[in-house]
């Protein structure tokens, strides 16, 4: 669980051109949000 104001743990995951993009790929350069859906495509 990541608190307010801590920073995310870096992950890396795969990219549309099949190549990967990493959280840190960001740091101090953009602003990124994430979100989760949990049960968005799930039927449930």
């Not at 993009?21 to 994430?34: A, P, R, T």
């Amino acid at each position: 669980m990541v608190d307010v104001g801590q920073a995310a743990p870096d992950f890396k995951l795969p990219a549309h051109n099949g190549s990967g993009v990493s959280l840190s790929d960001f740091k101090g350069e953009k602003n990124v949000v994430l979100s989760f859906h949990i049960f968005s495509f799930t039927g449930g």
